[in-house]
Nanobody, 115 residues
Framework: QVQLVESGGGLVQPGGSLRLSCAASGSRFSIYTMGWYRQAPGKQREWIATITSGGTTYYTDSVKGRFTISRDTAKNTVYLQMNSLKPEDTAVYYC?????????WGQGTQVTVSS
């Protein structure tokens, strides 16, 4: 059974930084793409960033230049380095992975940006 364990969320002041991690285990198939989404209170879940198996990255406009997605393929782990955080970045952050057979979600980790 595939499990995704997220960590790194918390409370940070505006302008601060956080690094999220998501470690995947239990997959019988290779992990292709890995990504991050977030869901703010009262809003739909939105896509933030994706990294392919070849290392190509994509970002939604609102986080470009502030967030960096990366992965450690050997560890089946994806990271999200978040800098210059703003109050509007407050949300539950979810990781997602795609294999050749299915896609899986992490349990979510809360990020709160507030002074």
């Amino acid at each position: 059974q595939v499990q995704l364990v997220e960590s790194g969320g918390g409370l940070v002041q505006p302008g601060g930084s956080l690094r999220l991690s998501c470690a995947a285990s239990g997959s019988r198939f290779s992990i292709y793409t890995m990504g991050w989404y977030r869901q703010a209170p009262g809003k739909q879940r939105e896509w933030i960033a994706t990294i392919t198996s070849g290392g190509t990255t994509y970002y939604t406009d609102s986080v470009k230049g502030r967030f960096t997605i990366s992965r450690d393929t050997a560890k089946n782990t994806v990271y999200l380095q978040m800098n210059s955080l703003k109050p509007e970045d407050t949300a539950v952050y979810y990781c997602k992975i795609w294999t050749m057979r299915d896609e899986y979600w992490g349990q979510g980790t809360q990020v709160t940006v507030s002074s």
